[in-house]
């Protein structure tokens, strides 16, 4: 019997001096999600741009993530996905530029590695200077390695990218609707390069401020039938990452950050299927026993 809850549940804490923590409820949830295959949601953006109203909405509640979040936030009950896997909400705080503990950076690299699609959500027009915060909460992202650098050259943005989530940006309340919203941001993003090749796999959503109930109901259910639509199983490689796995990498990347290290995706996929292998293997080698034992016994003892 599964012990999953209608509420949110923080992940991930952060302290005064900026390191991140699991909390105990979040490995417990996580642990609940064992042996299952996974969709990650992640939402991210500034301040009171309306991104827990957007989640909420997804769900069909009126209540459910708070506005004032603290670190990273996943809803205690998974939706139930057609393809058996089952999806996951996470809400991050507001990201913030002026943020002395890089705190806002650290959440939108934690998002970007651990999501299959990550929302950016900003409220109002799409401009330059947005593409500037954007282009500051994704500095640590975009020094991410995806293995060990020795110098072979395999730790191009272009191949990180394979590795990064499909971006959603949801912009809202936005006056310019008389352009297509892809073509929109993909002209505000040329001006970025960086984030043009990291999150090349991106879409773009016009989405009513929340005041507007009828018509941001219309167009948060459109956003979430096209990820429902569109998203993939979470996965490293070909590797699918279950509650399990989950744990492992979010903890080796937690290390690789507090630390002020760059977290190595493939290295922290090897340190999690080291620790199933080694699992797997004390528990062979108890069952071993056990029937070793059973047998000795079966014929030492006397009729």
């Known amino acids: 019997m599964s012990n999953y809850k209608d509420e949110s549940i923080q992940l991930i804490s952060i302290a005064d001096?900026?390191?991140?923590?699991?909390?105990?409820?979040?490995?417990?949830?996580?642990?609940?999600?064992?042996?299952?295959?996974?969709?990650?949601?992640?939402?991210?953006?500034?301040?009171?741009?309306?991104?827990?109203?957007?989640?909420?909405?997804?769900?069909?509640?009126?209540?459910?993530?708070?506005?004032?979040?603290?670190?990273?936030?996943?809803?205690?009950?998974?939706?139930?996905?057609?393809?058996?896997?089952?999806?996951?909400?996470?809400?991050?705080?507001?990201?913030?530029?002026?943020?002395?503990?890089k705190g806002s950076q650290k959440v939108f690299m934690l998002s970007a590695l651990l999501s299959t699609c990550m929302i950016y959500n900003i409220k109002g027009e799409l401009n330059e200077d947005n593409i500037k915060d954007l282009d500051y909460?994704?500095?640590?992202?975009?020094?991410?390695?995806?293995?060990?650098?020795?110098?072979?050259?395999?730790n191009t943005i272009e191949r990180l990218s394979l590795y990064f989530p499909e971006m959603i940006m949801a912009l809202r309340d936005c006056e310019n609707k008389d352009k297509d919203a892809n073509e929109y941001m993909n002209e505000m993003l040329s001006h970025s390069e960086v984030l043009s090749k990291l999150f090349n796999r991106r879409k773009c959503f016009y989405c009513p401020s929340y005041e507007k109930k009828e018509e941001f109901t219309s167009s948060a259910n459109n956003i979430f039938n096209e990820i429902k639509n569109t998203i993939g199983i979470k996965k490293i490689d070909k590797f699918e990452i279950d509650g399990e796995a989950l744990y492992g990498v979010l903890q080796n990347y937690l290390d690789s950050i507090n630390n002020d290290e760059n977290p190595i995706i493939t290295l922290a996929l090897k340190n999690v299927l080291l620790s199933k292998a080694k699992n797997i293997s004390e528990k062979n080698i108890e069952a071993f026993?056990?029937?070793?034992?059973?047998?000795?016994e079966n014929k030492y003892t006397l009729s």
């Open 17 to 101: 001096e900026g390191l991140l923590e699991l909390t105990s409820e979040g490995i417990k949830f996580l642990s609940e999600m064992n042996n299952q295959r996974l969709s990650i949601i992640s939402i991210v953006g500034p301040s009171l741009s309306g991104k827990s109203s957007l989640l909420n909405t997804f769900m069909n509640i009126s209540k459910g993530f708070s506005e004032n979040t603290k670190g990273i936030y996943i809803w205690g009950r998974p939706i139930e996905m057609e393809n058996g896997a089952k999806m996951i909400l996470l809400d991050t705080q507001g990201l913030n530029k002026n943020d002395n503990d």
């Open 137 to 154: 909460y994704s500095e640590l992202a975009n020094k991410v390695l995806i293995t060990p650098d020795n110098g072979n050259n395999l």
């Open 289 to 296: 026993k056990v029937e070793l034992t059973k047998k000795y």
